[in-house]
């Protein structure tokens, strides 16, 4: 498959991604699990069915609705609410590298992922799959 934006060109396989350096497997994560220079944040559209049921052991909550978009209007959070996110779940700098994932295949933490970006977040990745070895469920 070829992928074409902003005038370049990338050849993507099944093996091969456009940028691989944002992206962990579960097995990384399990060796950083407790670094303290990292923190996992799970990303939920349904934190009810996802989120409390079982996760990532350390990981904190990002509700989708609640704490990534705009209160009122169909946008991102605006940039008081981001640093008051960034706060909450224990993000005190750049040094911290935020390790993304959550429910819908990562569609949420991907969207996330985006946010943190559009705010000049320099150090995050996200977890190619969710594993379910990783997720404790109660």
Do not use: C
Not at 41 to 48: I, L, R, T
Not at 71 to 92: N, S
């Amino acid at each position: 498959m070829i992928v074409i934006s902003y005038n370049h060109t990338v050849q993507i396989t099944n093996t091969q991604y456009a940028q691989p350096e944002v992206l962990v497997d579960t097995q990384w994560l399990e060796e950083h699990l407790n670094d303290s220079n990292f923190k996992i944040a799970e990303v939920d559209y349904d934190p009810q069915s996802n989120y409390e049921i079982g996760h990532i052991p350390n990981s904190v909550l990002i509700d989708w609705k609640k704490d990534i978009s705009h209160d009122t209007t169909r946008d991102v959070l605006t940039i008081e609410k981001y640093q008051d996110l960034l706060k909450r779940i224990g993000i005190k700098d750049n040094n911290t590298t935020l390790i993304l994932y959550g429910d819908f295949n990562n569609w949420f933490a991907a969207f996330a992922f985006w946010v943190f970006k559009y705010y000049g977040y320099k150090n995050y990745k996200t977890i190619r799959w969710r594993n379910e070895k990783m997720t404790r469920r109660r």
